[in-house]
């Protein structure tokens, strides 16, 4: 039996932007929380929207990305 081993996986320090004004064509301004990694290079981006409770959306990942039933 031929066993493979796990993928890495990179733990990345989040930079919390809260209320950023994201303005749109038509003169309004939209307010977003923005989470990022803390680090330099291109990741893939997830977009949670909707019309209520911008802070009740996003629930912060728990720090261990390996069982995610914690």
Not at 5 to 11: Q, Y
Not at 14 to 30: F, I, Q, S, T, Y
Not at 47 to 57: F, H, M, S, T, V
């Amino acid at each position: 039996m031929k066993v493979e081993p796990a993928p890495a996986v990179a733990a990345y320090e989040l930079l919390v932007e809260k209320d950023v004004d994201v303005p749109m064509r038509d003169g309004a301004r939209l307010k977003a929380d923005v989470f990022r990694p803390e680090d330099a290079g291109k990741f893939p981006a997830i977009l949670n929207l909707g019309p209520y409770q911008k802070d009740k959306l996003w629930v912060l990942p728990t720090r261990s990305r390996r069982n995610p039933t914690r």
